[in-house]
């Protein structure tokens, strides 16, 4: 009997929320299990096999210096590298730090900051090692997730969409919540995912996908200026799951006047790339 492909499911800074979603695979994921072998997996099992390893889902940003020691370990041992995630693929809610002064906060919140280890920017797993796909979302959709897992099995591209929110609205005939209410919504330049699952409801798109391809930030800026929003309020809405994506990270600064760090390192190579992309090694 031909061995089975192994997979590893690794964090970093994170929520724990996208590896759950594989965990939330429910009957799926028991095709899953019977097709690899779970060998590293800490949320679900204590029980750990050695590497090397084919698959390798990696959720959480880097935010300390152990961190990335700690990916460069992981990529050694992996065949094949996915980022899962807006953490993963663009710093996650944690890169607000890159906006502002870490060590300021640190002496706000903890009574011994010197006992801290570090950094002072949050980013992407493709800022430090390469990587071989990237599924956007806060969290990952568990369906895509099922895609790319079994396009790595079966060697195909994964069939994972680039395309915006607006797309997918239009699919479900939803009414365009900016045009018939004039609710501020991100869905234009955030690439779908979710089944516009917010505008299906009234509400706006917030974002938690990331940027689209080629993402006009200047027009959706004007347009949500236009609908009454202020600069203060542009910049909060860009900076949520996905604030040091380069296209995102770009609009805020400018509705920021361009004051803080903004995206300082560039935080995400790998968001640029894009979720339904890969990442040349």
Request: hydrophobic share 40%; proline share 6%.
């Amino acid at each position: 009997m031909a061995k089975r492909p192994t997979l590893a499911v690794w964090k970093f800074a994170s929520c724990d929320g996208c590896q759950l979603s594989l965990a939330d695979c429910e009957d799926e994921l028991l095709a899953v299990a019977g097709a690899v072998d779970i060998s590293y997996f800490l949320e679900v099992t204590s029980a750990v096999a050695p590497g090397p390893y084919d698959v390798s889902l990696v959720e959480g940003s880097v935010t300390t210096p152990h961190d990335v020691e700690r990916i460069k370990e992981v990529r050694e041992m992996s065949r094949c590298l996915v980022a899962i995630g807006a953490c993963a693929t663009a710093g996650g809610i944690q890169a607000l730090r890159n906006f502002g002064d870490t060590r300021e906060f640190a002496s706000v919140v903890y009574a011994h900051p010197e006992y801290l280890s570090t950094l002072d920017t949050s980013t992407p797993i493709s800022d430090h090692v390469p990587v071989d796909f990237e599924l956007r979302g806060c969290p990952i959709d568990r369906h895509q997730l099922l895609d790319v897992v079994s396009a790595l099995l079966h060697g195909r591209r994964p069939n994972v969409a680039t395309h915006s929110v607006c797309f997918d609205c239009k699919k479900r005939g939803n009414v365009c919540v900016m045009v018939a209410h004039g609710t501020p919504c991100l869905g234009p330049v955030t690439q779908a995912g979710c089944g516009a699952l917010c505008p299906a409801v009234d509400r706006g798109c917030f974002g938690c996908f990331g940027p689209m391809e080629a993402a006009n930030g200047d027009s959706i800026t004007r347009v949500l200026g236009a609908s009454g929003m202020s600069r203060p309020e542009l910049v909060r809405v860009f900076r949520t799951f996905n604030a040091a994506a380069p296209a995102f990270a770009t609009v805020s600064t400018a509705s920021d006047g361009g004051g803080g760090k903004a995206g300082a390192n560039g935080a995400a190579k790998g968001a640029e790339a894009g979720a339904g992309k890969e990442v040349p090694a």
